[in-house]
Every structure is written in structure tokens, then in C-alpha cells.
């Protein structure tokens, strides 16, 4: 043995399971509903109900009640594992993608360039939320064969054929892509797809998800989950500062606007949440009145700025046809290089739009802000300490 490895710490054997998982994040109210645990479980005896009011992790087993699990009683530690809310998820995965800790003055994580991005295809592009930049990095991805599929948000169809409740789905091709693109500010845990693409045989996966889930992958590295973190080859965050309830279409939408959510082709937030329908009106309705149906897993999020995320992007700012784009590690900078190499997408310096990245700090800053003061304080650095 040479006198380094004599010296170097011994690792600290993991032993935290559900019992530690159930008490620390879902009962105190840190659970995102990210869904990391449910599908790092080797024994699937977590479930989650993907509904309004819910997406949360239970335990599906009697034996030992919600609170406790056999397997976890016998060494079983998978799903605190894979959890980025549990101890020092944000050290963890910020040592394990950059090799360092974020600094009080990176309120929105670690990063290397802020551009601002749009597809070149005029199809990818007026499919897209903002510039279109996530669905366009998935069809390159795809085209040159990085990945073979993509864990996104897909629409689910309802009888009439329409529908707007988001749900977790793959991607493998160009119309697949585009069938999830544009935003529905209703949670979808887009990591549950990931048994759908085992099944279909996919080993090479992008995870497209809002910050939250843009965290599950760094910390199964970190904390050597196993297999079920090698699928995962690229990240792309969202920027978000909550997401809404499902039954928020039911309760205000249709009964205060007449606003029937089948019939909606577009929704965005620019300081009001706007709608699209598809007899061509538009309507605007005030963020204040959407506040009471801001999902129970968003209370206590503190990250805006998908800071684990290869690639995060948002539509802040007064560029609103682009994307903002926060290229945060070598392989982010890596693909969104090859894709200006390959033409298939416009860029701009991110400065010119100050106020975009200003408001992404001002945005971070208030989203840690929600972070409990009880729980692990790393979230919580740069934050003004209080007199
Ligand atoms: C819930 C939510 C909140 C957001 N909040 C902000 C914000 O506060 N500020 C900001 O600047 N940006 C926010 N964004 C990000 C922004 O709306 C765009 O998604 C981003 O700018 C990328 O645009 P694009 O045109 O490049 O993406 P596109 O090419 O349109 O691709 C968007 C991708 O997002 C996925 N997606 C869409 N809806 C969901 C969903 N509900 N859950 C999971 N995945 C989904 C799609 O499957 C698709 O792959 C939010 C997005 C979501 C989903
Ligand atoms: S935050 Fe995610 S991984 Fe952690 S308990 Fe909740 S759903 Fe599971
Ligand atoms: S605010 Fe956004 S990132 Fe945070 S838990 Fe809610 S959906 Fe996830």
C-alpha cells in the first residue's frame, strides 16, 4: 500500500434506507416527487401515483407499514441512493460534476457559458417552447446516434383525443421529440418513462426534466447507486420555480374562465400565465390566482437554475424566442459545439440579455430562500444571513 492510499479517509459504508428516507425528506416535506427512489428500487416495492394531489413516493409493502422496509431492515439502501434531497445531495453532486462546491456568489450553480439558442429547423423551432434548443439536442443526439432514446413529457390523449395532463414518456425519433415539446407547467416525473425505455431495450438515454430531476442522476453517481444510474448519458434541466397542480385546469381554468383544458394548444408564463385555445383566443390569467395550486413537492425546492443539469435552459428575459442556455459541464459544452459545427443551431451571447441572467439570479436567489432553515444548510449558502 502506497503512503497515499495509507492516508486517504476510508469511505463511510452508506446504510440509510427507506425508514431514514420516509422521516428526513417525504414526512418533512423536501420530497419533489423527483421520483429518483421509485425507480432506483431493485425490489420495486415503491410506487407513485403519477395524479392531482399525489405524486409522491409510497411504500407499497404491509409488512413493516409506510414508515419502514424489510429489504431496507436487510441493507437494502437504493432509493436514499438516488435521492437529491437527502443529506448533502447538493455538495454530493456538485463535487461529482465539477469537483467542487458552488460558491456564495453561485446562487444559480456552477457553470461555464450563458448563451442565448435557437434551432435552425423552422419545424424544431415553432414546435418549441422558447427557441426550441431541448428538442433540438435530442433529435441531433438521436440523429448521431449519443443516445438512443430520451425520458421527456408526453401528452396523454383523452377520449376526444385532446387532452393536456403531462405524463412521462421516450423518445427515439424526430416526431417523437416534437410530440413532447412546448411546456405544461403540470408535473410530469419524466425519470417514471424510464421502465418503458428498458423495455424497449434502451441503454443510452437523455433525461429532459425540470431542476429537480435534473439532480437524480449526479447524486446516483456520486453515491454509486449501480445500474440503474449507467442508462443515464445526458442531462437537460429546465428552469423552474414551481409547477402547478393538475386540478388547477378544473378548478380555475374551467370554472372562473370557461377555459376547457382539452381545448388549449399553448401555455406559457411571462409574468402571467398565458393561454392559447384553439379557436385562436387568447387569454392571460393572474400568477397571484394560480398560487393556491402550486404543487406541494415546489414548497421547499431551492433550485431554479437546473444546476445539475449538462445543459439547463428557460425563456427569461426579453429575448423570448430563445432559448437561455446554461452550458454547465465538458459534455454540455461538447454537444452544444458540435451542434453550431453542424449548423443546426443559432446562438448569441447570453450578455445580450443582461436582464435575462439577472433575473435568473434574482429567480435562484428566491427559490433557495425556501429552503427550511432546519434542513442540511448547503442549499442555503450565499443567502443574505438575517440581522
Ligand atoms: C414546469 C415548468 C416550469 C418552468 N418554469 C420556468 C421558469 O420559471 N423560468 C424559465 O425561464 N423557464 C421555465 N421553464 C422552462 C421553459 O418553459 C422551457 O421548457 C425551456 O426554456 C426550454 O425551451 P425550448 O424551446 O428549448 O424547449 P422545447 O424544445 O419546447 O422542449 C421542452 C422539453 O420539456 C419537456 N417538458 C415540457 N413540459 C414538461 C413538464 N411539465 N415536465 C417535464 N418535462 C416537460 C418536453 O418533453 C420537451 O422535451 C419551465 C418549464 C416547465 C416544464
Ligand atoms: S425527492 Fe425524489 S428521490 Fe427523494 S423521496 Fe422524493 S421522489 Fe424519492
Ligand atoms: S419548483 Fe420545479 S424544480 Fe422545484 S420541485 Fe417544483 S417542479 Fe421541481
Known amino acids: 500500500m502506497s503512503t497515499a492510499e ?21 414526512n418533512s416535506g423536501l420530497c419533489t416527487g423527483c421520483a429518483g427512489c421509485v425507480i432506483a428500487c431493485p425490489h420495486d416495492v415503491i410506487g407513485y401515483k403519477h395524479e392531482p394531489g399525489h405524486y409522491k413516493p409510497f411504500h407499497l409493502e404491509e409488512e413493516l407499514g409506510e414508515t419502514n422496509c424489510g429489504h431496507g431492515e436487510k441493507g437494502c439502501t437504493s432509493c436514499t441512493r438516488a435521492c437529491p434531497r437527502f443529506r448533502d445531495w447538493e455538495t454530493e453532486a456538485d463535487e461529482h460534476l465539477f469537483g467542487r462546491v458552488r460558491e456564495d456568489d453561485e ?13 435552425k429547423d423552422d419545424g424544431v423551432y415553432e414546435t418549441g417552447q422558447d427557441g426550441g434548443l431541448v428538442s433540438a439536442i435530442l433529435i441531433w443526439s438521436l440523429e448521431n446516434d449519443i443516445i438512443d432514446g430520451a425520458l421527456v413529457s408526453h401528452l396523454e390523449s383523452n377520449e376526444a383525443g385532446g387532452g393536456w395532463k403531462a405524463i412521462p414518456g421516450v423518445a427515439t425519433n424526430r416526431d417523437e421529440v416534437l410530440a413532447g415539446a412546448g411546456s405544461r ?28 430531476q435534473t439532480s437524480v442522476a449526479p447524486v446516483m453517481w456520486h453515491r454509486r447507486v449501480g445500474k440503474v444510474s449507467k442508462p443515464f448519458k445526458l442531462n437537460i434541466g429546465l428552469l423552474c420555480s414551481k409547477s402547478f397542480d393538475d386540478s388547477m385546469f378544473d378548478e380555475l381554468f374551467a370554472v372562473k374562465y370557461g377555459l376547457d383544458k ?94 435575462a441572467i439577472d433575473l435568473m439570479q434574482r429567480l435562484a436567489q428566491k427559490s433557495r430562500e425556501r429552503w427550511p432553515t432546519w434542513a442540511n444548510p448547503t442549499a442555503r449558502v450565499g443567502l443574505p444571513t438575517r440581522k
Not at 479517509?9 to 425528506?25: F, G, I, M, N, S
Not at 417514471?192 to 431542476?211: N, P, T, Y
Open 185 to 212: 407547467y403540470t408535473y410530469s416525473a419524466n425519470t417514471m418513462a424510464f421502465g418503458q425505455a428498458k423495455e424497449q431495450g434502451l441503454s443510452r438515454l437523455a433525461l429532459v426534466g425540470m431542476s429537480c
Open 6 to 26: 495509507a492516508t486517504k479517509p476510508a469511505r463511510v459504508r452508506w446504510t440509510h434506507q427507506w425508514k431514514e428516507l420516509y422521516d428526513e425528506v417525504i
Open 107 to 119: 446562487m444559480a450553480g456552477i457553470y461555464k457559458d450563458i448563451l442565448l439558442v435557437r434551432a
Open 262 to 355: 382539452n381545448d388549449i394548444v399553448k401555455m406559457n408564463i411571462k409574468g402571467v400565465f398565458q393561454v392559447w385555445m384553439r379557436d385562436g383566443s387568447y387569454h392571460e390569467i393572474n400568477l397571484k390566482e394560480c398560487h393556491a395550486w402550486t404543487r406541494e413537492g415546489c414548497l421547499h425546492c431551492p433550485d431554479f437554475a437546473a444546476e445539475h443539469a449538462d445543459i439547463s435552459t428557460g425563456g427569461i428575459g426579453n429575448e423570448t424566442d430563445w432559448t437561455l442556455t446554461v452550458v454547465r459541464t465538458d459534455l454540455g459544452r461538447a454537444v452544444i459545439e458540435a451542434m453550431i459545427t453542424d449548423g443546426v443551431i443559432e446562438t448569441r451571447p447570453g450578455d445580450d440579455d443582461p436582464a
